[in-house]
Each structure stands twice: as structure tokens, then as C-alpha cells.
């Protein structure tokens, strides 16, 4: 029975990533910068490795957006 339950858990755990995965996708392709707040922290640390910019640190789902947005426009 624990290994049916593990497997179970592994299985939602998997999901809901695909899910976190898919509205953050879903969220840059349509350009809803104010979205990315339902999948980050106010102060998230994220740090990106960029193509030619080299480590760039940001801090919450707002600097994220203009980030992404700034280069994509």
C-alpha cells in the first residue's frame, strides 16, 4: 500500500508542475505580466542565465515581467 501511495503522490507532484509549467507559458505568450504573481512570491529570488548578458538576479514576479517583456517587445 505505501508504494501505491508514493506513486500516487510522485503522480500529483508531477501534474502539478506540468500545470505550474503550462500557466507560466500561457502567461508569456499572452503578455499578462500581472499573471506571473499567481506563480511567484512578492519576493521571489530568480536568477536567469542569459545569451550574452550573463547572470542576471531579479527579485519577485514584477521584475520577472519587465524583464521578459523588455525583451520580447
Given at each position: 500500500?505505501?508504494?501505491?501511495?508514493?506513486?500516487?503522490?510522485?503522480?500529483?507532484?508531477q501534474?502539478?508542475?506540468?500545470?505550474?509549467?503550462?500557466?507560466?507559458?500561457?502567461l508569456?505568450?499572452?503578455?499578462?505580466?500581472?499573471?506571473?504573481?499567481?506563480?511567484?512570491?512578492?519576493?521571489?529570488?530568480?536568477?536567469?542565465?542569459?545569451?550574452?548578458?550573463?547572470?542576471?538576479?531579479?527579485?519577485?514576479?514584477?521584475?520577472?515581467?519587465?524583464?521578459?517583456?523588455?525583451?520580447?517587445?
Open positions: 500500500m505505501a508504494h501505491d501511495r508514493d506513486a500516487l503522490d510522485l503522480a500529483i507532484d501534474l502539478a508542475i506540468q500545470l505550474l509549467l503550462a500557466e507560466y507559458a500561457d508569456v505568450n499572452c503578455r499578462q505580466w500581472p499573471g506571473l504573481a499567481r506563480l511567484f512570491l512578492a519576493d521571489a529570488p530568480i536568477e536567469l542565465v542569459t545569451l550574452g548578458r550573463g547572470p542576471l538576479e531579479l527579485r519577485g514576479p514584477e521584475a520577472l515581467g519587465r524583464f521578459i517583456g523588455e525583451v520580447v517587445e
